[in-house]
């Protein structure tokens, strides 16, 4: 059966890429936008044999770049910040939950890219058409809060960034409204190329590297407690939250739908497995690089903040508005004036994480509603979506003010929350044949990430718990809350038992009672 399944998906495949050639290609990145991998007439004439292709050195660098820009979501303020906050009161000690998480992370990633690469399609796209109607609406609801919550914290770490680099000249809305134009340099360099673009966020990657990499040379870190860190699983009551937001940084919704859309942008032949299989080995190298590289720049924030402020009185008041503050009375007097380090990391993590949500952002409502808008149209009207509430706080909240802490957390809860409605979809379309033919997920590996879906969603769940027991007062917003939860919980377990024999069971029953 599943032989004769994959034979005909094959067949359909064949018969109709010329036909759904145009449609897909709509959707995601038009045919003289995609990279071309082959790299000689040899690529192109190749038959689907079946052995795989030799390892080259010069695909795998005409492949590199969905996973870097994959990368960055890693890397914004709201990532940052939890670093920091995780050095400062935990030390060295959540290293390693640091690295597990951005395994984990990985993970989610290849699974995302493996339904791109397998389908010619995104996780959006597919979405809608899995889901009924109402449920593929309330999916990009969720998507689009998910996106509107990160952004507004990218924006903001921006706006702090370019506050600091000025002297403190430009205030906070008006690096708002400098950050806002970076859907402009998007739109600019999206005009000449794909590989333009991923150059581009090469080098606000390398940016950060090099200016996290100064900072942690400054810092001078104990590289003993460094290793026993990374190495050494070590948890304690007081460092509960802090392992919370280490773990619930790392898996941004929105991120998940746009790795997925990324992979499309190189011409893979989908109708020869061998070709598939060599676009999914060459991504699973890239996207393990990406990664690497963003963890050690996470690793270098955390460890200059464990460092200089690990059991210091103000370690329970650092946060990314005064952090550079901090740094700058620690290490104010050594080579690097390291102020303005922080500033130029942070700011090439605010823009990079930006620019990133707005190709996000396109994705996700082209995908979810079928839009055929052009490109520069849906460029605004997402990044509309987070400058007009961003702008709002950032008149009505000062950098200084603690209320800021509070907003950040509830932003934080809000991505939470979201990622369920990112995951679960994912999984179930990765597991299913009808979706991905020979290229589904073995059962082993679906273990393996439910598990890993069920772990993501009960530390985000404790996260959501321990915000709304500290925040929410009075009966009225108690019981609207208590209603919300109840209806975000129902939603999830129909994502899950959607596909399953009792679900089949439960809705032949109640069509025959009916």
Same mark, same amino acid.
């Given at each position: 059966?599943?032989?004769?399944?994959?034979?005909?998906?094959?067949?359909?495949?064949?018969?109709?890429?010329?036909?759904?050639?145009?449609?897909?290609?709509?959707?995601?990145?038009?045919?003289?936008?995609?990279?071309?991998?082959?790299?000689?007439?040899?690529?192109?004439?190749?038959?689907?044999?079946?052995?795989?292709?030799?390892?080259?050195?010069?695909?795998?660098?005409?492949?590199?770049?969905?996973?870097?820009?994959?990368?960055?979501?890693?890397?914004?303020?709201?990532?940052?910040?939890?670093?920091?906050?995780?050095?400062?009161?935990?030390?060295?000690?959540?290293?390693?939950?640091?690295?597990?998480?951005?395994?984990?992370?990985?993970?989610?990633?290849?699974?995302?890219?493996?339904?791109?690469?397998?389908?010619?399609?995104?996780?959006?796209?597919?979405?809608?058409?899995?889901?009924?109607?109402?449920?593929? =609406?309330?999916?990009?609801?969720?998507?689009?809060?998910?996106?509107?919550?990160?952004?507004?914290?990218?924006?903001?770490?921006?706006?702090?960034?370019?506050?600091?680099?000025?002297?403190?000249?430009?205030?906070?809305? &008006?690096?708002?409204?400098?950050?806002?134009?970076?859907?402009? =340099?998007?739109?600019?360099?999206?005009?000449?190329?794909?590989?333009?673009?991923?150059?581009?966020?090469?080098?606000?990657?390398?940016?950060?590297?090099?200016?996290?990499?100064?900072?942690?040379?400054?810092?001078?870190?104990?590289?003993?407690?460094?290793?026993?860190?990374?190495?050494?699983?070590?948890?304690?009551?007081?460092?509960?939250?802090?392992?919370?937001?280490?773990?619930?940084?790392? =898996?941004?919704?929105?991120?998940?739908?746009?790795?997925?859309?990324?992979?499309?942008?190189?011409?893979?032949?989908?109708?020869?497995?061998?070709?598939?299989?060599?676009?999914?080995?060459?991504?699973?190298?890239?996207?393990?690089?990406?990664?690497?590289?963003?963890?050690?720049?996470?690793?270098?924030?955390?460890?200059?903040?464990?460092?200089?402020? %690990?059991?210091?009185?103000?370690?329970?008041?650092?946060?990314?508005?005064?952090?550079?503050?901090?740094?700058?009375?620690?290490?104010?007097?050594?080579?690097?004036?390291?102020?303005?380090?922080?500033?130029?990391?942070?700011?090439?993590? &605010?823009?990079?994480?930006? =620019?990133?949500?707005?190709?996000?952002?396109?994705?996700?409502?082209?995908?979810?509603?079928?839009?055929?808008?052009?490109?520069?149209?849906?460029?605004?009207?997402?990044?509309?979506?987070?400058?007009?509430?961003?702008?709002?706080?950032?008149?009505?909240?000062?950098?200084?003010?603690?209320?800021?802490?509070?907003?950040?957390?509830?932003?934080?809860?809000?991505?939470?929350?979201?990622?369920?409605?990112?995951?679960?979809?994912?999984?179930?379309?990765?597991?299913?044949?009808?979706?991905?033919?020979?290229?589904?997920? &073995?059962?082993?590996?679906?273990?393996?990430?439910?598990?890993?879906?069920?772990?993501?969603?009960?530390?985000?769940? %404790?996260?959501?718990?321990?915000?709304?027991?500290?925040?929410?007062?009075?009966?009225?917003?108690?019981?609207?809350?208590?209603?919300?939860?109840?209806?975000?919980?129902?939603?999830?377990? %129909?994502?899950?038992?959607?596909?399953?024999?009792?679900?089949?069971?439960?809705?032949?029953?109640?069509?025959?009672?009916?």
């Amino acid at each position: 059966m599943a032989s004769s399944s994959n034979e005909a998906r094959e067949k359909l495949l064949s018969s109709t890429s010329t036909d759904l050639e145009q449609y897909e290609e709509e959707r995601a990145y038009d045919s003289e936008e995609k990279v071309v991998i082959s790299v000689s007439d040899d690529d192109d004439e190749e038959e689907d044999y079946a052995s795989p292709p030799p390892f080259s050195w010069r695909k795998l660098w005409r492949f590199t770049g969905p996973g870097f820009l994959m990368c960055i979501a890693f890397l914004d303020p709201g990532n940052l910040e939890g670093d920091l906050q995780a050095g400062a009161i935990a030390g060295y000690s959540l290293l390693w939950l640091l690295t597990w998480s951005t395994v984990i992370g990985l993970l989610v990633q290849l699974l995302s890219a493996r339904l791109g690469v397998a389908t010619g399609r995104h996780l959006a796209e597919l979405c809608r058409e899995e889901y009924p109607r109402w449920a593929s =609406i309330a999916l990009w609801l969720m998507a689009e809060l998910a996106l509107i919550g990160a952004d507004i914290q990218e924006v903001i770490g921006s706006a702090i960034a370019i506050k600091i680099l000025s002297g403190g000249t430009i205030p906070l809305w &008006g690096g708002v409204l400098i950050t806002a134009l970076d859907c402009f =340099i998007f739109l600019f360099l999206e005009n000449y190329g794909v590989r333009k673009l991923e150059a581009f966020f090469g080098v606000l990657i390398a940016t950060m590297a090099i200016s996290f990499a100064i900072m942690f040379g400054e810092a001078k870190p104990d590289g003993k407690e460094l290793l026993i860190g990374i190495l050494v699983p070590k948890l304690s009551s007081n460092t509960i939250r802090q392992a919370v937001g280490v773990v619930g940084c790392i =898996i941004m919704p929105h991120n998940v739908f746009l790795h997925s859309a990324l992979v499309q942008s190189r011409k893979i032949n989908t109708a020869k497995k061998n070709r598939v299989h060599e676009a999914m080995k060459y991504y699973s190298i890239e996207s393990t690089l990406a990664l690497a590289i963003s963890l050690f720049i996470n690793i270098c924030v955390t460890t200059v903040f464990a460092k200089g402020f %690990y059991g210091s009185q103000e370690a329970g008041t650092i946060g990314l508005e005064n952090a550079g503050q901090f740094l700058q009375e620690k290490y104010g007097r050594k080579l690097f004036p390291i102020l303005y380090i922080w500033g130029i990391g942070l700011l090439a993590s &605010g823009q990079s994480s930006t =620019i990133t949500g707005t190709y996000a952002g396109q994705f996700i409502m082209g995908g979810f509603l079928n839009l055929k808008l052009k490109k520069w149209v849906r460029s605004m009207i997402t990044r509309s979506f987070a400058i007009v509430p961003t702008i709002i706080v950032a008149l009505f909240f000062d950098t200084e003010d603690p209320t800021m802490d509070v907003l950040n957390e509830s932003l934080n809860v809000l991505q939470s929350v979201q990622i369920p409605f990112a995951l679960i979809p994912l999984i179930t379309l990765v597991s299913k044949e009808q979706v991905m033919g020979c290229f589904k997920i &073995g059962s082993l590996t679906q273990v393996v990430s439910w598990v890993v879906a069920a772990f993501l969603i009960l530390i985000n769940g %404790y996260l959501l718990f321990s915000f709304f027991s500290e925040e929410v007062r009075g009966a009225l917003l108690s019981s609207t809350v208590s209603i919300g939860l109840i209806i975000y919980v129902v939603f999830v377990l %129909y994502l899950i038992l959607r596909n399953t024999a009792l679900y089949s069971k439960l809705t032949s029953r109640f069509s025959k009672n009916s």
